[in-house]
């Protein structure tokens, strides 16, 4: 609608959004550092899903295509530290990270394996992502990856 507003009749938008699950819990972006340090602390040593919902919508004029995907992938942490909590939220990184870690920074460190999607992970998964894009806007893969 926005778009519209201002004059824009032909488009295609995509968005993401993750979320962190743990023991049936959401984990999403901490409130604050103890929060952020209480989160760390229930992933420590555990397995844990990270899922990121995908939507791409193509509009031009009155017609509208939209589809959304979910993309989930299994994460397990080390066991952590309380002095390596610390020093991690003591950098600031995990303030906007659902689940209280960034795996594409110094969060990296804590994940002993997974199991699925790492650009998932990090939070979009590209293969998917762009498999999207190709279905909704009806643009091959390879003039799409020509784009980028």
Not at 57 to 62: H, Q, T
Not at 89 to 118: C, L, N, W
Request: a positive charge; charged letters at 25%; hydrophobic letters at 40%.
């Amino acid at each position: 609608r926005e778009l519209r507003e201002k004059g824009v009749d032909v488009g295609v938008i995509l968005s993401a959004d993750t979320l962190v699950f743990h023991e049936g819990k959401v984990l999403g972006k901490p409130s604050d550092e103890a929060d952020a340090r209480r989160m760390l602390g229930k992933l420590s040593g555990k397995w844990h899903q990270v899922c990121t919902g995908v939507t791409v919508l193509r509009f031009k004029g009155d017609r509208i295509a939209e589809k959304t995907i979910f993309v989930s992938s299994k994460v397990k942490f080390f066991p952590l530290k309380k002095e390596w909590i610390r020093w991690y939220v003591g950098t600031g990184e995990p303030m906007d990270k659902a689940g209280s870690y960034g795996a594409q920074a110094h969060g990296a460190v804590f994940i002993e394996r997974f199991a699925g999607s790492y650009s998932n992970v990090v939070g979009l998964p590209l293969g998917q992502a762009v498999a999207l894009l190709e279905e909704v806007t009806r643009v091959s893969r390879t003039k799409l990856m020509a784009g980028l």
